[in-house]
């Protein structure tokens, strides 16, 4: 079955930098796109980047563009979301995801990780 292990979250100041990973397993993964997404207390999961596999196009949300960057690497099945500049509103819980629908609608993703938390200090 298809598997989504995000780790790399953690607790940083203000400024600092984060490198989220993603290994995914049980699918050919070349014929989907990954995603991260992300949702805070209160609030509703929302989109944060996305990639095609085999182009590596990349697709970012207004409010981390510039900041961060998604990646993979085929050899080891794994998905990146280099994190840089973080800021407090960056808190949350941060989920991969893969699938083959819009790449920025959560609807077009049908499996999920377990969630990594991010909490950026000010």
């Known amino acids: 079955q298809v598997q989504l292990v995000e780790s790399g979250g953690g607790l940083v100041q203000a400024g600092g930098s984060l490198r989220l990973s993603c290994a995914a397993s049980?699918?050919?993964?070349?014929?989907?796109?990954m995603g991260w997404f992300r949702q805070a207390p209160g609030k509703e999961r929302e989109y944060v980047a996305g990639?095609?596999?085999?182009?590596?196009?990349?697709y970012y949300a207004d409010s981390v563009k510039g900041r961060f960057t998604i990646s993979r690497d085929g050899a080891k099945n794994t998905v990146y979301l280099q994190m840089n500049s973080l800021k407090p509103e960056d808190t949350a819980v941060y989920y991969c995801?893969?699938?083959?629908?819009?790449?920025?609608?959560?609807?077009?993703?049908?499996?999920w990780g377990q969630g990594t938390q991010v909490t950026v200090s000010s």
């Open positions: 995801a893969t699938g083959d629908g819009s790449i920025w609608n959560r609807n077009g993703y049908d499996y």
């Open positions: 049980g699918r050919t993964f070349a014929r989907y796109t």
């Open positions: 990639i095609t596999w085999t182009s590596g196009s990349t």
